[in-house]
């Protein structure tokens, strides 16, 4: 069993800053991609940041030059660092990643979402 699970959300004041976590476990035996995801109310997901196994990242427009994805392969962890946060980047925030277990193949796992709330 493989499960993502996230942590860092919160309520920031607009400007501030606040860093995501979502860490791999259970029966991982190799991870592809590994990235973040974030749904408003009544919208589809959609992508914010994801880092490749070779450490190329790809961001969605309306973060570029305000947050960053990385990665620590050792601890199976991918971060989000967002800076500049405005109300606009309220939303649940959904960790991703492309994972190979001992079990199957790669395939797609969820973290349970975290809340990331900016208001002043």
């Known amino acids: 069993q493989v499960q993502l699970v996230e942590s860092g959300g919160g309520l920031v004041q607009p400007g501030g800053s606040l860093r995501l976590s979502c860490a791999g476990s259970?029966?991982?035996?190799?991870?592809?991609?590994m990235g973040w995801y974030r749904q408003f109310p009544g919208k589809q997901r959609e992508l914010v940041a994801v880092?490749?196994?070779?450490?190329?990242?790809n961001y969605a427009d309306s973060v570029k030059g305000r947050f960053t994805v990385s990665r620590d392969k050792t601890k199976n962890t991918v971060y989000l660092q967002m800076n500049d946060l405005k109300p606009e980047d309220t939303a649940v925030y959904y960790c991703?990643?492309?994972?190979?277990?001992?079990?199957?193949?790669?395939?797609?796992?969820w973290g349970q979402g975290t809340q990331v709330t900016v208001s002043s």
């Open positions: 259970g029966s991982i035996r190799s991870i592809n991609s």
């Open positions: 991703n990643g492309e994972i190979a277990s001992q079990y199957r193949e790669y395939k797609y796992y």
């Open positions: 880092v490749t196994s070779d450490g190329s990242t």
